[in-house]
C-alpha cells in the first residue's frame, strides 16, 4: 500500500472481522432480475444476487456487467480501491445515462492498513470564465432549468479520470491501463437494460448529434436487450490506457471537451482541463446511536444534512415508540428534515469560497435546540434555518438562496475486499444524460453538475470560477467500536440525503435486513407542510395520521438506487431491485 504522508486519515482501529472465513449458503430472497453475463456467478465461491453474502470481497452495483468486472479485479488479487476504478469504468460503458468519465463523484475509503477513513474528491469544478449571473436571463430571472442544464455553461471540468488517477496511486495495486481493459470490450457491445432504454426514450430530446448516433441509432431509441455499441468510447478507453489519465486532461481528449462545450455556449478552455486535480479531503463525522458515521463533507451537503437529521431524530427513540409504517413516524422523520433542509439551503457551499460553520451544525447543544421545536403533536409553521455560529468560533457568515431544481440520478456503488478495506462512492453526470452532450468521437456524455449551484447569485453556493457546486452526494460508512459495519450510499439529487437517513434508520433502529431497509417505503419532505415525495407502501392511514398533524402529501413516486453493504463475520451485499442493481459476494473456494 502506498501511504502518502500528506493524506489525512481519520483513525479507526484495525477490524477484526475477517479473520475466519464464513459458510456462503442460499439466501431467501428472489431477486427481481439477475442479469449477469461472464459467468463469474457460476464460479465455486461467488454469490450473485440483489442479496450477496462472501466472507473474501463484495461488488455492489446498480450494473451486473459492473459488478462482474469489479468482482473479477477482486478474484485476481485487486483491493478494494483497484475493484472501484474497474467499475467506475465500467458504469461509464454500461450506465451512460448516469455515471462516466465526463463527471465526478466522491470516494470514502477505509483503509483497513491505515485503519482510517479518507475521500478522494473529483467534484467537477466551474471553468475560468463561469460567472455569478451566467444563469439568468436578460431580465436576470434564472433561465428555466430545462434550458440551463442543456447549454454548455451547464458543463463542469469533469473530476472522475483525475479522481480515479489519484485513488490509484494512493491506494491502488495495478495499473489504471490494466483496470480500464475490461470495459474496453464492454464498449464494444453490451446489452442494454430496462432502465437505460427507458432512459434513451425520455431524454432523447436533449441528446446531440453524437450521442443520438449510439443511443438513437438510424431514428429508433434502442430498446431493452439490444446491444449497445460504443466504438468511439471503446477509442478513447485505448486511448488512456495506452496515454494515461493525463491524455483526458492535457491531449486531444481535452481539446475536444473544450470543444464540445464551447460549440454548446460555455466557456471551458483546454487550459480549465490542464488545471483540473482532484483532492483529498476528510470526511465529516458524527455519531447515531452510539455508532460513528462517516460521510461526505462541503461541497457536499450530504454528510452535515445526514448527520444533523439522525441526531435531530434520535431521542425520539422512533424504533421503540413508533410503527415503522406509523404517521408519527413520518411526522417527525419530516420535521427532522425540514430543519436540517433550511440549515443546508442558507449555510452550505464550497468550502475553498465561503466559510461554513461545520461543527456548529452538528454541536449537540445546536441540534438540541433545533430539536426542542420538534413536537410529535404538532407541525412546525416555517421552519427558518439555525445560529450554528453561535455554536461556532471564528469566521464570518455567509447567507445562501438554493434556487429549486430537478433531481438528478446518478449511481451508487460499494466494494470490498478480503483485506478489510471498503470503498463506498457515489459518482454521477448529475441529470440522467448529463448535458445531453456526447464529445464528437470520444463517445462519453458531459455532465451539467453547474446547474447544482444556485441560478441567483449572492449566496454560498453562487457559482464562481474554479468552484465546485453544493453537492448532497452522500456515500457513508458506519463504524462501531471503531469497526466499520456498514456501508450505504444512493443517487438522487436531494432526496439521496433522505435515502441514506432512511435505510439507516430501518436497519440499526427498525433492525430491518439490508434489503428491507433498502425498500421499506421512504419519504422526502425538505420544506414544509409538504411531504414533498413519498414511497408507494406508506399506508393510508398513516397518511391521514401525519395530514392531522398538518403534513401535506406531495407526489408518489420511486426514490433513490440504495445499496448497502454491511460487514461482520462476513460481508453481506444488497442491492435496490428498483433498477436491475447486483450484488456479488466472494469467498474462498
Ligand atoms: N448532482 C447531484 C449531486 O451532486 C447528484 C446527481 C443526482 O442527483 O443523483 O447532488
Known amino acids: 500500500m502506498d501511504n502518502n504522508n500528506q493524506t489525512r486519515t481519520r483513525n479507526l482501529s484495525r477490524r477484526g472481522f475477517l479473520g475466519g472465513v464464513a459458510a456462503v449458503g442460499a439466501l431467501p430472497f428472489a431477486p427481481r432480475s439477475v442479469r449477469a453475463q461472464s459467468g463469474i456467478c457460476e464460479a465455486a465461491?461467488?454469490?450473485?444476487?440483489?442479496?450477496a453474502e462472501g466472507s473474501d470481497g463484495m461488488v455492489v452495483s446498480v450494473s451486473p456487467a459492473a459488478s462482474e468486472v469489479g468482482a473479477q479485479v477482486l478474484r485476481?488479487?485487486?483491493?478494494?480501491?483497484?475493484?472501484?476504478?474497474?467499475?467506475?469504468f465500467a458504469l461509464t460503458v454500461t450506465q451512460p445515462h448516469s455515471s462516466g468519465i465526463g463527471g465526478g463523484g466522491f470516494m470514502l475509503y477505509y483503509d483497513a492498513d491505515e485503519e482510517g477513513v479518507e475521500i478522494v474528491n473529483s467534484r467537477e469544478r466551474a471553468p475560468a470564465g463561469a460567472t455569478p449571473d451566467m444563469f439568468l436571463d436578460d431580465a436576470g430571472e434564472p433561465i428555466p432549468f430545462d434550458e440551463r442544464h442543456t447549454h454548455g455553461d451547464a458543463v463542469g471540468v469533469p473530476g472522475t479520470p483525475s479522481g480515479l488517477e489519484r485513488a490509484a496511486?494512493?491506494?491502488?495495486?495495478?495499473?489504471?491501463?490494466?483496470?480500464?481493459?475490461p470495459s474496453i470490450s464492454l464498449a464494444e457491445g453490451t446489452d442494454v437494460?430496462?432502465?437505460?432504454?427507458?432512459q434513451i426514450e425520455e431524454n432523447e430530446w436533449k441528446l446531440n448529434a453524437a450521442a443520438r448516433e449510439v443511443f438513437v441509432p438510424d431514428g429508433q431509441a434502442l430498446s431493452e436487450g439490444e446491444t449497445l455499441e460504443q466504438p468511439d468510447l471503446a477509442y478513447t478507453l485505448r486511448l488512456m490506457r495506452e496515454a494515461g489519465i493525463r491524455a483526458f486532461y492535457e491531449g486531444e481528449i481535452?481539446?475536444?471537451?473544450?470543444?464540445?462545450?464551447?460549440?454548446?455556449?460555455?466557456?471551458?478552455?483546454?487550459?480549465?482541463?490542464?488545471?483540473?486535480?482532484?483532492?483529498?479531503?476528510?470526511?465529516?463525522?458524527?455519531?447515531?446511536?452510539?455508532?460513528?458515521?462517516?460521510?461526505?463533507?462541503?461541497?457536499?451537503s450530504g454528510g452535515l444534512t445526514a448527520i444533523q437529521i439522525l441526531n435531530l431524530i434520535e431521542p425520539f427513540e422512533l424504533?421503540?415508540?413508533?410503527?415503522?409504517?406509523?404517521?408519527?413516524?413520518y411526522h417527525l422523520l419530516a420535521e427532522a428534515m425540514r430543519l436540517a433542509y433550511a440549515d443546508r439551503a442558507e449555510y452550505m457551499g464550497d468550502p475553498e469560497f465561503v466559510d461554513i460553520p461545520t461543527e456548529g451544525l452538528l454541536d449537540p447543544a445546536y441540534v438540541a435546540g433545533r430539536r426542542e421545536l420538534m413536537s410529535p403533536d404538532s407541525l412546525i409553521e416555517e421552519p427558518e434555518p439555525g445560529d450554528p455560529w453561535a455554536y461556532q468560533s471564528g469566521a464570518a457568515e455567509s447567507v445562501s438562496r438554493?434556487?429549486?431544481?430537478?433531481?438528478?440520478?446518478?449511481?451508487?456503488?460499494?466494494?470490498?475486499?478480503?483485506?478489510?478495506?471498503?470503498?463506498?462512492?457515489?459518482?454521477?453526470?448529475?441529470?440522467?444524460?448529463?448535458?445531453?452532450?456526447?464529445?464528437?468521437?470520444y463517445g462519453f456524455m458531459l455532465n451539467n453538475e453547474l446547474t447544482d449551484f444556485d441560478a441567483e447569485p449572492g449566496g454560498a453556493n453562487e457559482v464562481e470560477p474554479g468552484k465546485r457546486p453544493l453537492s448532497s452526494m452522500s456515500p457513508t460508512i458506519m463504524a462501531r467500536d471503531d469497526d466499520p459495519f456498514l456501508t450505504v450510499g444512493s443517487p438522487g439529487g436531494p432526496t439521496i440525503i433522505t435515502s441514506v437517513v432512511q435505510a439507516i434508520l430501518h436497519h440499526v433502529e427498525y433492525d430491518l435486513t439490508l434489503i428491507d431497509a433498502i425498500s421499506e417505503p421512504s419519504i422526502y419532505a425538505p420544506e414544509s407542510p409538504e411531504i414533498a415525495l413519498w414511497e408507494e407502501g406508506i399506508p393510508e392511514e398513516a397518511r391521514e395520521e401525519a395530514l392531522a398533524l398538518g403534513n401535506e402529501w406531495g407526489e408518489m413516486d420511486s426514490i433513490g438506487n440504495i445499496n448497502m453493504l454491511r460487514a461482520n463475520d462476513a460481508y453481506e451485499g444488497a442491492a435496490d431491485q428498483t433498477r436491475e442493481g447486483l450484488a456479488i459476494g466472494l469467498s474462498e473456494e
Open 76 to 88: 485476481e488479487g485487486g483491493n478494494a480501491v483497484d475493484a472501484a476504478i474497474a467499475v467506475q
Open 169 to 181: 496511486e494512493l491506494y491502488g495495486s495495478r495499473s489504471i491501463g490494466e483496470l480500464i481493459e
Open 45 to 51: 465461491g461467488v454469490d450473485c444476487g440483489a442479496v
Open 254 to 300: 481535452a481539446r475536444a471537451i473544450a470543444e464540445t462545450v464551447q460549440d454548446e455556449g460555455g466557456s471551458m478552455t483546454f487550459s480549465d482541463l490542464c488545471r483540473y486535480e482532484a483532492t483529498i479531503d476528510e470526511p465529516v463525522a458524527g455519531y447515531y446511536r452510539g455508532a460513528e458515521i462517516y460521510s461526505m463533507p462541503p461541497p457536499s
Open 319 to 329: 424504533g421503540a415508540n413508533y410503527e415503522v409504517r406509523s404517521g408519527t413516524k
Open 193 to 198: 437494460d430496462q432502465y437505460l432504454a427507458e
Open 402 to 441: 438554493q434556487t429549486a431544481r430537478a433531481l438528478g440520478q446518478t449511481t451508487h456503488f460499494t466494494v470490498a475486499d478480503s483485506e478489510g478495506n471498503l470503498v463506498s462512492y457515489t459518482t454521477t453526470i448529475e441529470q440522467l444524460f448529463g448535458s445531453g452532450f456526447m464529445v464528437p468521437g
